[in-house]
C-alpha cells in the first residue's frame, strides 16, 4: 500500500495497553500478535519498538518477567535512534520495573536513573507521569527488594506531582 506508516500499527498498540490497564489480557494478545504482525510487514523499527514495549508491559502483568524484560530490552534498542525522549524514559521506566519484578536491582536502578537523567536533560517533568502514575508495582517491588529509596521517591513523586522536578533533583 502507498503511505503505509507508523499509523497502521500505533492504534493496535494504542488499544493493546488499555486492554491491559483494565486487565484483558486476551484482549492484549490478540491485538498485539496483529501489530507485531503488521510492524515486521513494514520493517518499521519504530512499530517494532512499540509493538515490543506494550508485549513487555502485557507480560509485566501476566507475571512473566523474564520475557518482559527481553520485550522491553528489545524495545529500548529498537527505539534508541527513532524515539522521543518521552517514548525513552517510558520504556526505561517499564524495562525497570521489569528488572524489579525480577529481584534485579542493579539493572533496574540504571534503567530509572536514565529515565530521570532524560526527564531532567529535556525539562519536561510529567514524561514519567503516566508511566508511574499507571503500575504502583515500581514502588513495591523496589522496596521489597531494598531498592535505594531516593530513586523509587524520585519517580513516585514525578507521577504524583510532575511540575515539582527541581524538588526531585
Known sequence: RIGETNADVTPLDARAELAILQEDLQLARELLSKAQAEAQRLGSESSLALTDRALG???????????????????????????????KAEGLYWLGTAYLQLKRPQPALRCLEQ?????????????????????????????????????????????????RLADVF
Open 115 to 163: 529515565a530521570i537523567d532524560l526527564v531532567h536533560e529535556s525539562e519536561r517533568p510529567s514524561l514519567l507521569a503516566g508511566a508511574a502514575a499507571e503500575d504502583s508495582r515500581l514502588l513495591q517491588h523496589g522496596l521489597s527488594i531494598g531498592m535505594h529509596p531516593v530513586v523509587l521517591g524520585a519517580v513516585d513523586r514525578l507521577a504524583d506531582h510532575p511540575e
Open 57 to 87: 508491559r502485557l507480560h509485566l502483568a501476566d507475571g512473566a518477567g523474564e520475557r518482559a524484560v527481553s520485550h522491553l530490552e528489545a524495545a529500548v534498542r529498537r527505539g534508541s535512534e527513532v524515539w522521543s525522549p518521552d517514548e
